[in-house]
């Protein structure tokens, strides 16, 4: 994880300084709605979270290798790549990395090949920011500890 140190000087004589360590969370958003990219991204970024950006599958998929995150947020619904078929991907990499997958219906993953999608971490369309916020902030605090 990275780790920001913000530094304040508590007098000027003498000088005292005191440093504090702040985690930086960084999210890779995964959605092909441009719209709904840009919303989410602003709102975490107010929240103090680094954002990335990929627009399918197939491009979170190569930011995942390329870059360290501390959770994953992707819409199920992606042409070519969908969620699942990148939590797969994960799944197989050995990627140990949280997720929240973004659906427009509760999910019927019933079958035995999808048992490990029973307890992920769904959100249900359409959201406010509010509860992506909560379900963001609960995760990353859960993951930390």
Partial sequence: MITAKSCKVESLSP??????SKQIYRILLVDDDPDICQLNSKALLQHGYEVDIAEDG???????QNSRYNLLIIKNDLSE???VGLLKKLRSACM????????????TWESPQYSWLLNANKLLMPYSFEEL?????????STAN
């Fill in 133 to 141: 916020l909560g379900m963001v902030k609960r995760i990353l605090h």
């Fill in 96 to 107: 140990p990395l949280p997720v929240i997958m973004v659906i427009q219906t509760m999910p």
């Fill in 81 to 83: 790549l969908t969620g």
């Fill in 15 to 20: 000088v005292s300084i005191q440093c504090q």
């Fill in 58 to 64: 197939e491009t979170g998929w190569e930011n995942l």
